[in-house]
């Protein structure tokens, strides 16, 4: 016989994933759409290009920014911090759980699944519907309304993409999007293993899970050419300010002249 309180539970939790919107997690997403409507930001990925140097830069421009994962690990090097926090990996989250719960940011999103499904809670976080994307469908499958969805597509930078899109920013900077690991899957399905290649800024970034990951950077690029179009059909441009970068699905740009168009737009809306 199931336990009433387990019973209660389980309704409560269906009912919060079917009606998501209706909910205290779905009503704060509501609030925030279109928040920043036509500001820029920058989404942080994790790759060895990544300095404290450009961290510090955003920073003393108090540029908003999205960072994902293990970031804490350069927190140390620099006064920086993320705007907003997202990991969409459950088994990472579940893994480095007190790190998230101690990082001085206000906004972590989280999926709402890793609560209800695996237990796992986050301190503070802004729990949102992860809706996983499967290589066979179609390339719309990007979510411009958060309130229903976000949806998972080979990589957190691409729900990073989606939640600011959501929020109003049409002016997005990838930073520290090396696209390139020790160990990938190509886009024709062969695996190449390099061990001269560095995955991330910092040593030790992953031990604990580093020889058992394999990156399929064959669908993250076809998912990343998926967004460049659907943000082009929106008017949303998304380009890659990374120093150093094997992707080739977005428009690059100096990480400077990024910095400088921010504040240059600043300056325009101020007067």
Not at 37 to 52: D, K, M, Q, R, Y
Not at 88 to 109: C, G, Q, S, W, Y
Not at 130 to 145: A, G, H, I, Q, Y
Not at 199 to 214: I, K, P, S, W
Request: proline share 3%.
């Amino acid at each position: 016989m199931i336990h009433p309180l387990l019973s209660i539970q389980a309704h409560t939790q269906t009912f919060m994933l079917r009606h998501f919107r209706h909910t205290h997690y779905g009503r704060y997403m509501a609030k925030i759409h279109n928040s920043h409507l036509g500001e820029s930001c920058f989404v942080i990925g994790n790759g060895p290009s990544l300095t404290a140097e450009d961290l510090t830069t955003l920073h003393e421009k108090n540029i908003d920014c999205f960072a994902v994962n293990r970031i804490f690990k350069i927190f140390p090097q620099t006064a920086w911090r993320p705007t907003y926090y997202v990991s969409t990996d459950a088994v990472l989250v579940r893994d480095i759980l007190d790190d998230v719960n101690a990082m001085p940011v206000e906004h972590k999103f989280i999926p709402l699944q890793n609560k209800y499904y695996l237990g796992i809670k986050v301190k503070g976080a802004h729990y949102f519907i992860r809706n996983d994307v499967r290589t066979n469908d179609p390339p719309e499958k990007f979510s411009l309304d958060c309130t229903k969805q976000v949806n998972i597509r080979g990589t957190v930078t691409i729900a990073c993409i989606q939640l600011a899109i959501h929020m109003g920013y049409r002016h997005i900077y990838l930073l520290g999007v090396d696209h390139n690991f020790d160990k990938i899957i190509t886009e024709d399905g062969e695996i190449i293993i390099d061990p001269s290649v560095k995955n991330y800024f910092c040593e030790g970034y992953d031990d604990d899970v580093q020889n058992e990951v394999q990156h399929d950077i064959g669908w993250t690029t076809k998912s990343y050419r998926d967004v460049r179009h659907f943000c082009g059909d929106h008017g949303i441009e998304v380009l890659n300010a990374t120093r150093k970068t094997k992707l080739d699905a977005f428009g690059t740009i100096a990480f400077e002249e990024a910095v400088s168009r921010i504040e240059t737009d600043r300056e325009r809306k101020a007067t």
